[in-house]
Nanobody, 126 residues
Framework: VQRVVESGGGSVQSGGTLVLSCTTSGITYVNYDMAWFRQIPGKELEGVAHIDTNLKTTYLDSVSGRFTVSRDNAKDPLYLLMKSVKSEDKAMYYC????????????????????WGQGTQVTVSS
């Protein structure tokens, strides 16, 4: 069974730092591009950070320079380092995986991702 599980969410002060992790099972990790998505209540799911099997990264403009996605292809977990966290970063964060052969869908196209976690909540306090 393919599975990804997020952890590390919680409450962080505005301007603070938080690290999210994502562990996988049932997939050959090195063959999968990985991404972080988030959903703010009342809004659509949006792509936050993506890292492919060649370690190329892509970020949502509003988090670029503040968030860093990283992975070691030899083993998981996948990480999302969140620095200078803002109130607008408050959301449920999801880890997702897709086969590297499905890149034609586009970096943050939901249709390309076939394995999703249950999410981890990030809350930002002032």
């Amino acid at each position: 069974v393919q599975r990804v599980v997020e952890s590390g969410g919680g409450s962080v002060q505005s301007g603070g730092t938080l690290v999210l992790s994502c562990t996988t099972s049932g997939i050959t990790y090195v063959n999968y591009d990985m991404a972080w998505f988030r959903q703010i209540p009342g809004k659509e799911l949006e792509g936050v950070a993506h890292i492919d099997t060649n370690l190329k990264t892509t970020y949502l403009d509003s988090v670029s320079g503040r968030f860093t996605v990283s992975r070691d292809n030899a083993k998981d977990p996948l990480y999302l380092l969140m620095k200078s966290v803002k109130s607008e970063d408050k959301a449920m964060y999801y880890c997702a995986a897709r086969l590297s052969g499905d890149r034609h869908y586009g970096t943050f196209n939901l249709a390309g991702y076939n394995c999703w976690g249950q999410g981890t909540q990030v809350t930002v306090s002032s």
